[in-house]
């Protein structure tokens, strides 16, 4: 298409942005912290994680437009059709998420949610041990704890690892740069297309700290 038929369109808000880049550090800070057996900054970051999670669940219901779940989340068989006609090269005019990315964002998020929610419960049965460790017995934390484990490097570490290759296969194969989208919020799209509705930047700031607050709550339980 010619570049004269294209115009810059805000395509995602700033919180969408914090959530993921956020998550891309707390899950990099949490493995190596965990590998150096500090223990308590790896609780802090599954805390973060965690009100991250919250909070872009609940702004998935009542923010952004292309936040929402459901302007992004379509059928499987749309996903499926998305996926065939991914070969056939053409300009992007996907507004927020297309049909298959959608469902990897759900994915990443349940997977990532059983991650923090797991660790809750686990107990490295070396004195450290998540807030909710103690209100459950000692066999259903260790069940526990091995799932937050497995979660990790059998759920998490290949969702992202498809995840990545999917935008750096976008960028070869249809020549779709999705990264600057998420990096700037912004988006060369066909003229005719409208832009999204953002959301209320005061809901999003009470939302993230009703999210903080409670997992704060939680986190003194233990």
């Known amino acids: 298409m010619d570049a004269r038929g294209l115009r810059t369109v805000r395509v995602w808000d700033g919180w969408v942005r914090l959530v993921h880049w956020a998550i891309v550090v707390l899950l990099g800070l949490s493995y190596a912290s965990a590998q150096a057996g500090n223990l308590r900054l790896h609780f802090l970051s599954g805390y973060a994680v965690l009100a991250l999670l919250l909070f872009r669940i609940a702004w998935g219901f009542v923010g952004s437009e292309t936040a929402r779940f459901r302007c992004f989340l379509r059928s499987p068989l749309a996903a499926l059709r998305h996926l065939a006609a991914f070969p056939r090269r053409g300009p992007d005019r996907e507004v927020?998420?297309?049909?298959a990315g959608g469902w990897m964002v759900l994915v990443l998020l349940g997977l990532l949610l059983a991650q923090a929610v797991t660790g809750l419960f686990a107990d490295t049965g070396y004195g450290d041990f998540g807030p909710l460790a103690k209100s459950v017995s000692a066999a259903a934390s260790d069940r526990l704890t091995g799932l937050h484990h497995r979660i990790f490097y059998y759920g998490i570490l290949p969702a992202a690892a498809l995840h990545i290759l999917a935008v750096a296969a976008y960028a070869l194969v249809?020549?779709?740069?999705?990264?600057?989208?998420?990096?700037?919020g912004r988006?060369?799209?066909p003229a005719g297309v409208a832009p999204p509705r953002m959301g209320s930047p005061w809901l999003a700031a009470a939302l993230l700290g009703a999210a903080a607050l409670s997992v704060y709550g939680l986190s003194r339980l233990g």
């Open 187 to 189: 988006k060369r799209l």
């Open 174 to 184: 249809k020549r779709h740069d999705l990264v600057r989208p998420m990096i700037t």
């Open 96 to 99: 927020g998420h297309n049909a």
